[in-house]
Nanobody, 115 residues
């Protein structure tokens, strides 16, 4: 059983920064791809950023240059540094870790960008 716990969401003004973190616990042999997704009411969950086990990253066009994904394999943790936040970044953010052939998800953390 694998459990992901997220932290770091909240309310921030436009142009501000937040850092999301996600920690995995349980029976973890190795983590393959990790990713951050976000979802707003009435819309499908969308990929924000992902990183493979070899460090290759992929970002949504809307966040390139503003968001940075990172991972700490030794601690089974991942993070998302979000800078220059915009109101359209408001969403529930979910972390995802692929372990063997299965995807595990965090519970979601709310990020609200508003003045």
């Amino acid at each position: 059983q694998v459990h992901l716990v997220e932290s770091g969401g909240g309310l921030v003004q436009p142009g501000g920064s937040l850092r999301l973190s996600c920690a995995a616990s349980g029976s973890i042999f190795s983590i393959n791809t990790v990713g951050w997704y976000r979802q707003t009411p009435g819309k499908e969950r969308e990929l924000v950023a992902a990183m493979t086990s070899s460090g290759v990253t992929n970002y949504a066009d809307s966040v390139k240059g503003r968001f940075t994904i990172s991972r700490d394999n030794a601690k089974n943790m991942m993070s998302l540094q979000m800078n220059d936040l915009k109101p359209e970044d408001t969403a529930v953010y979910y972390c995802m870790m692929q372990i063997v052939a299965r995807r595990y998800w965090g519970q979601g953390t709310q990020v609200t960008v508003s003045s």
